[in-house]
T-cell receptor, first 115, second 113 residues
Framework: AQKITQTQPGMFVQEKEAVTLDCTYD???????LFWYKQPSSGEMIFLIY??????QNATEGRYSLNFQKARKSANLVISASQLGDSAMYFC????????????FGKGTKLSVKP | DAGVIQSPRHEVTEMGQEVTLRCKPI?????LFWYRQTMMRGLELLIY????????DSGMPEDRFSAKMPNASFSTLKIQPSEPRDSAVYFC???????????FGPGTRLTVT
């Protein structure tokens, strides 16, 4: 069965420091995609970053990078130079292979950035 | 470009009433997804459409839930009759076949009393 696990219910980080949010996944497929979404208190879901299973380099998008370790089945999100506006829920998700893009989500990690 | 549009943003209704949630996907996107988010269960896929055709509705909780996509620019999720346990935030998302990410609407917060 395909599954996403986020083991950190909550995290604190000091403003301007880097933080890593953990995500592990379980799939027997060779082709899959991994995503991170941000959900601020206002409720919307904001796409942050994508990593394909065949991508050799780790994905980066501005201050976001994805630390992809295929053998360990982990896809951790790294946020550099944290800002107060980064305080939000963060969800890791995996695209189910063979579907038209259906995603399964982890339970999320609540990140709080301290001034 | 407009993002995914959902209406209403908030809905409060009494148990037993019919509820209809609406979604307009991003123009040109051919896949549409309905998700439900609760504290207990997190984000769950209810149903998704590809080219207006339902592909997988295995996440629909029961027969009280139904979804339609009559054309490429509109979809509805209907709950009849509604129950208090249906209270949740319902998200609609769309994606393009050529893209990997799904773009979410702002969600509809449903409260059934």
């Amino acid at each position: 069965a395909q599954k996403i696990t986020q083991t950190q219910p909550g995290m604190f980080v000091q403003e301007k420091e880097a933080v890593t949010l953990d995500c592990t996944y379980d799939t027997s497929d060779q082709s899959y995609g991994l995503f991170w979404y941000k959900q601020p208190s206002s409720g919307e879901m904001i796409f942050l970053i994508y990593q394909g299973s065949y991508d050799e380099q780790n994905a980066t998008e501005g201050r976001y990078s994805l630390n992809f370790q295929k053998a360990r089945k982990s896809a951790n999100l790294v946020i550099s130079a944290s800002q107060l506006g980064d305080s939000a829920m963060y969800f890791c998700a995996m695209r189910v292979t063979g579907s038209q893009g259906n995603l399964i989500f982890g339970k999320g990690t609540k990140l709080s950035v301290k001034p | 470009d407009a993002g995914v549009i959902q209406s209403p943003r908030h809905e409060v209704t009494e148990m037993g009433q019919e509820v209809t949630l609406r979604c307009k996907p991003i123009s040109g996107h051919n896949s549409l997804f309905w998700y439900r988010q609760t504290m207990m269960r997190g984000l769950e896929l209810l149903i998704y459409f590809n080219n207006n055709v339902p592909i997988d509705d295995s996440g629909m909780p029961e027969d009280r839930f139904s979804a339609k996509m009559p054309n490429a620019s509109f979809s509805t999720l209907k709950i009849q009759p509604s129950e208090p346990r249906d209270s949740a935030v319902y998200f609609c998302a769309s994606s393009d076949r050529g893209l990997y990410e799904q773009y979410f609407g702002p969600g509809t917060r449903l409260t059934v009393t």
